[in-house]
């Protein structure tokens, strides 16, 4: 496990291992440092949502402890804002004081536990240089990923190494069946417009269900599985788990909530309601029109662009383009004219039946066994609304037609 950037010089690995054989020599002559994982549970600010952990060395030598922190990162570097959108951040490692790591969770509320491994004097030692090196300025930047290589997934990898494989060849064998999808989208709930913006921009990719391993991309996920894990000869990982911080804020949510059904009322409901409101107030419905459009197409805009133009793969061939095509911007001109009790346009009456056509083939293909996007709830909201929506409009050409 390297906390670097690609291209690293060879001569700081070999640096990193000799540290390593000193730490070995040192943790016979003076005693191993204790190794702990801390782990603390979710905030309430949006990049706390996920929960976060670090590596504690701990030297039983009078000094205080260190935590190998993995999650920092810089807002003020002049391309962040830049970065963060193409999803290429950059973030470091940082090696400092345990009680100064801890303030800030301290100040906000978050709950933080620690895990003490059984680590060997070699394990230990190797682990507690090799995170020494790592976060050196030189070593400590690198290409963050959200669900791939983030700050939890470099505290498994260094732990992995330290064992020798050992969680990587254990946890690869087993599953939760857990998803990306409904890791990011349990956690992000509680932020509606968050939870709301990962169910609707993650693609196929995120609904692939998950070993272990891979889903200790979430901190508590590798925190439970660090209390499973066992050596060939039955010894535990975990020797002991103790609470550093209460938690004073709600719970993480157990599951990520399953609102199909309520989406299919909802659809319908609006469907029915639009056609009803069609007959008696049609300029309300233009306005209704021109806001769902609006809407639709900057999603579908935001959608391409995270497909097309980002690092986001996750998001990449997104199905909800199907229901919120960019050309839905196409029919704001029709619906301000509809508004004003004027006719849409020709060129309108052809896009609307294109817009529902495109969503129609989107439910469609739900039935190919190749359309594994767990998107379900977005096709029984969206397509009656645009179902319900072309039939008005359509309805309110052919009456203007036959007024002349």
């Known amino acids: 496990m390297t ?3 690609e291209g690293r010089p060879a001569a700081r690995w070999l640096a990193a291992w000799v540290l390593a054989a000193l730490a070995l020599f040192a943790g016979v002559a003076l ?26 060395i701990d030297p039983q030598d009078g000094r205080e402890p260190t935590s190998y922190n993995f999650g920092y990162f810089d807002p003020g570097e002049p391309d962040f804002l830049a970065r963060f959108v193409a999803g290429t951040m950059r973030y470091r490692l940082v090696a400092l004081p345990l009680e100064a790591d801890l303030a800030q969770y301290r100040a906000s509320g978050r709950g933080v536990s620690v895990q003490w491994l059984d680590l060997d ?20 930047v690198y290409d963050y990923r959200y669900f791939t290589d983030n700050c939890s997934t470099r505290v498994r990898d260094a732990l992995d190494a330290a064992l020798g494989g050992l969680l990587k060849r254990t946890l690869t064998a087993s599953s939760e069946g857990n998803t990306h999808r409904s890791e990011a989208v349990r956690l992000a709930s509680p932020a509606v417009w968050m939870g709301t913006g990962f ?18 991309f979430i901190p508590m996920r590798l925190a439970d599985s660090l209390r499973t894990l066992k050596r060939a000869d039955g010894r535990a990982i975990v020797v002991s788990e103790a609470e550093v911080l209460p938690h004073r804020l709600a719970p993480e949510p157990a599951e990520m909530p399953q609102l199909g059904f309520e989406a299919a009322v909802a659809g319908f409901a609006l469907a029915l309601g639009l056609l009803w409101l ?8 233009a306005a209704f029109a021109g806001g769902f459009w609006l809407l639709a197409g900057l999603a579908g805009v935001t959608l391409l662009f995270l497909w097309l133009g ?33 006719p849409p346009g020709r060129v309108f009456g052809v896009l609307i039946v294109v817009v529902l056509a495109l969503a129609g083939l989107g439910a469609f293909l739900k039935l190919m066994p190749f359309m594994k996007q767990a998107n379900v709830e977005w096709v029984v909201l969206l397509l009656p609304l645009h179902w319900a929506l072309a039939r008005h409009f359509r309805r309110l050409a052919a009456t203007t037609t036959a007024d002349r």
């Open 310 to 342: 980002s690092g986001h793969d996750f998001a990449w061939g997104n199905e909800n383009l199907f229901l919120l095509s960019p050309l839905a911007l196409g029919l704001l001109p029709g619906a301000f004219r509809a508004m004003r009790g004027r």
């Open 199 to 216: 169910h609707l921009g993650l693609a196929a990719k995120a609904d692939r269900p998950l070993s272990r391993w891979d889903e200790a």
């Open 31 to 56: 005693g191993a440092p204790r190794v702990g994982v801390l782990t603390m549970a979710p905030g309430e600010v949006f990049f706390e949502r996920f929960g976060h952990n670090a590596i504690v």
């Open 121 to 140: 004097a070699t394990e230990a030692g190797a682990l507690a240089a090799m995170l020494e090196v790592n976060a050196r300025p030189e070593n400590a």
């Open 3 to 5: 906390a670097s950037t």
């Open 278 to 285: 069609g007959r008696r107030a049609p300029r309300t419905v």
